[in-house]
Every structure is written in structure tokens, then in C-alpha cells.
């Protein structure tokens, strides 16, 4: 993590009101970025595993590896990046519901204790 910025984990995080999370997802590195939205989504995954088919699973699985800090640095090739997640976007709404996908793909996401 950057020094200098706040470090909070997805327990702590996810909790906090709407506007409480804008504002701290803002202030932390991307590292910390990163880790709380591939927390959300595995742990998406894990709770929801059961209830659905191999090509959802691997629609899942590959947002998840999708996910890093350079998609939320600074200096970050926006325009590619931006191709990348619709593309992302479009697989996963090809086979989930939308209701799954808010809650994979969106900021208004619920909490998921760990298991």
C-alpha cells in the first residue's frame, strides 16, 4: 500500500453508508482499491457458487482476475481500460441476471460477510 494513504479492509469497508464508501474508496491506494473490489466478487462467488452454471462461474472467475491496481491508478490508459470492463460487462450480462451483475459490476453493492 501507498504510504502516506488510509488502508482499510472490506469488513471495515463495506458496512459504511453509500456515501461513506465514495468518499474513503477515493483516499485509498490502489492496492487498497483492488483488494476490496476482489474480495467483494470472490466472496460473490463463494456465497453464490452453488446456483450457478460452469460459463457463469468462469464469467465470475474471469472479472476476478480482471481486477488489479492498475485498474485503479492514476496514470491508467482510461480509454482501454474502460473497452476492457465493458467488455467484461457484456459477458457477464449475457449469462447473469441483472440483479447479479449490480452486485458484481456496480458501486451499489451488498455486504458479504466472511463465511
Keep these: 500500500m ?3 494513504q488510509p488502508t482499510i479492509g472490506y469488513d471495515q469497508f463495506m458496512p459504511k453508508s453509500h456515501q461513506e464508501r465514495i468518499s474513503i474508496f ?8 483492488a483488494l476490496i473490489a476482489k ?8 456465497a453464490n457458487r452453488l446456483r450457478l452454471s460452469r460459463e457463469q462461474v468462469a464469467v465470475i472467475e474471469e472479472i476476478i482476475g480482471f481486477i488489479s491496481p492498475e485498474l485503479y491508478e492514476e496514470h491508467r490508459d482510461f480509454e482501454k481500460i474502460v473497452r476492457q470492463v465493458e467488455a467484461l460487462r457484456e459477458k457477464a450480462e449475457a449469462v447473469l441476471s441483472p440483479e447479479d451483475v449490480i452486485q458484481i459490476l ?9 463465511a
Design 2 to 4: 501507498n504510504q502516506g
Design 106 to 114: 456496480s458501486d451499489r453493492l451488498d455486504y458479504i460477510p466472511a
Design 39 to 46: 474480495t467483494h466478487v470472490e466472496r460473490w462467488l463463494a
Design 26 to 33: 477515493n483516499d485509498v491506494s490502489a492496492e487498497n482499491r
